[in-house]
């Protein structure tokens, strides 16, 4: 069974703070890593990964992933409180289960003024 | 284009009652899946489809069904509600063979089983 996990599940920082969130998983057949912040409402896509080592980024936030490890890291840098939101990590099972997503538990961030 | 429209936007139900969460998306797409998410568990996937007719089960099925008869279409029904499925349900689509995974969310239905 595909796994994907979390760490930490929450954090508390400050404005201007850098803060790494980190995502491991377990998937048969991998393909891509994903993504998200979830602010109260539906999920965003933010970010998908394929290859090792290439990072991508917008604006503040960056992530990249280490297939050796099978994980990822997404970093946000100088931290404003918009960044407060759940960010999910997820990925798509392989073969036939294409349309399958596992989604890790969600990191709590939580930026303080 | 809507989107991923959902509805009701919030349900209250007694133990023992049946209910449709209804999903539809206007944008041709192949793939809709169903989650639902609580507290410190992430989104978990119930039921997925992969096209009209096409209905697998997710990571926690039990206790709700899917049909897919259209490609616009994608309800789940709860046979008989239990304090347990309390829990805020997201639908969502995405096209076949996309270059990226962004899935479509709907805006989410709030479900409490009294």
């Known amino acids: 069974e595909d796994k994907v996990v979390q760490s930490p599940l929450s954090l508390v920082v400050h404005e201007g703070d850098t803060v790494t969130l980190n995502c491991s998983y377990e998937?048969?057949?991998?393909?891509?890593l994903l993504w998200y912040k979830q602010e109260k409402k539906a999920p965003t896509f933010l970010f998908m990964l394929t290859s090792s080592g290439i990072e991508k980024k917008s604006g503040r936030l960056s992530s990249i992933l280490d297939k050796k490890e099978l994980s990822s890291i997404l970093n946000i840098t100088a931290t404003q409180t918009g960044d407060s939101a759940i960010y999910l990590c997820?990925?798509?099972?392989?073969?036939?289960?294409?349309?399958?997503?596992?989604f890790g538990q969600g990191t709590i961030l939580t930026v303080h003024p | 284009n809507a989107g991923v429209t959902q509805t009701p936007k919030f349900q209250v139900l007694k133990t023992g009652q049946s209910m449709t969460l209804q999903c539809a998306q206007d944008m041709n797409h192949e793939y809709m899946s169903w989650y639902r998410q609580d507290p410190g568990m992430g989104l978990r996937l119930i039921h997925y489809s992969v096209g009209a007719g096409i209905t697998d089960q997710g990571e926690v099925p039990n206790g709700y069904n899917v049909s897919r008869s259209t490609t616009e279409d994608f309800p789940l029904r709860l046979l008989s509600a239990a304090p347990s499925q309390t829990s805020v349900y997201f639908c969502a689509s995405w096209p076949r063979g996309g270059m990226t995974y962004e899935q479509y969310f709907g805006p989410g239905t709030r479900l409490t089983v009294t």
């Open positions: 997820a990925a798509p099972g392989g073969g036939t289960s294409y349309g399958k997503l596992t």
């Open positions: 998937v048969t057949n991998f393909r891509s």
